[in-house]
């Protein structure tokens, strides 16, 4: 590989996992549209282990991200926000040889701490994701996500999770 490639490859990494950590502060801050922004032209949704898609995943649809997300998510205080932090550890980068498409694998661990629910860890999963390069940035095309280990979820779900 020449020293312009490598540099292009660097740079690459860089991007996919400044969007990985966008994430984690956006949905921290309570911030669902932007959120949702990110993966406007993402495949978004559950998926099992592998990072094989369970149930039907959201195909390139920012409204319907946001309410998946809203739906989900349980809001708290003044300004509304989760009361949450999403720590995204041990991010795997592959960036294809074109240096315009990668994957990442990465460890997430969300604790949360409300009013009702001392701080502590309430989820532990993985983040099967993909991205592209067009016109110079990079996006989210995938964000899967796997959930491996669930606590005490009463303060953050609308909903039960299966």
Not at 84 to 110: F, G, L, Q
């Amino acid at each position: 590989m020449d020293l312009r490639h490598t540099i292009e490859r660097l740079a690459a990494t860089e991007a996919v996992r400044d969007l990985i950590f966008a994430y984690s502060h956006l949905i921290d801050r309570g911030e669902l549209e932007s959120v949702a922004a990110l993966f406007a032209e993402a495949r978004y949704g559950r998926c099992d282990g592998d990072g094989v898609p369970a149930g039907d995943p959201i195909e390139r649809d920012r409204a319907a991200v946001h309410h998946a997300i809203e739906s989900f998510v349980r809001m708290h205080g003044a300004p509304p926000s989760p009361r949450t932090k999403h720590v995204t550890t041990n991010v795997r980068v592959t960036v294809a040889e074109n240096n315009s498409e990668a994957s990442t694998v990465s460890y997430v661990t969300v604790l949360q701490g409300t009013a009702d629910l001392p701080l502590q860890p309430i989820l532990t999963g993985r983040y099967f994701d993909r991205f592209e390069c067009v016109d110079g940035g990079w996006r989210f095309t995938q964000r899967l996500c796997c959930i491996d280990h669930m606590g005490n979820l009463t303060e953050h779900a609308r909903r039960t999770l299966t």
